[in-house]
């Protein structure tokens, strides 16, 4: 039986296009789920006039680059300001970071000074805009609900 090339190349190009349209298209549908993935946006949690807040800290939130998740809040402070930070959870070892508004980091509190692992952060405000108070878990572990309070310390007259 002769070597028909007509047909050789016919089963080539077949074989191409079962193999590559296949593939094609599951590249696609990953792009489209990968793209539909980032449409997220990053949005700070604006605190509510009370300035005070029960929350949850989940594998839902910011991703911190140590294993574990941060939440975060804007608030608006004035130049001379000295305010309080308080974050509390019987859930996970608390870690608070007041930043400005260039993202620097204005102040960064652990543990507290009563032995627990509350976060108390103090800190004096040199120039007024909104500010971003993240609360995440110290070493990245844990997770669970959190009560945060940012308070204007006042001169005792």
Known sequence: MPFNFNLAMQAKI???Q???LPATL???AGTALRSEAQTRVYT???LPASREITDTLSDKDIPTGFGGFARDYTVVLEAGDQVVIDVMSDQFDTL???MSQDGSTVGENDDG???TTNSLLFARITESGTYTVRVRSYAGQG???FYLKVARLREIQ
């Open 14 to 16: 077949l074989l191409r």
């Open 143 to 145: 997770t669970g609900e």
């Open 18 to 20: 079962g193999i590559l």
């Open 96 to 98: 608070v970071t007041l």
């Open 113 to 115: 000074p009563d032995g």
């Open 26 to 28: 599951v590249i696609l």
């Open 44 to 46: 700070p949690i604006p």
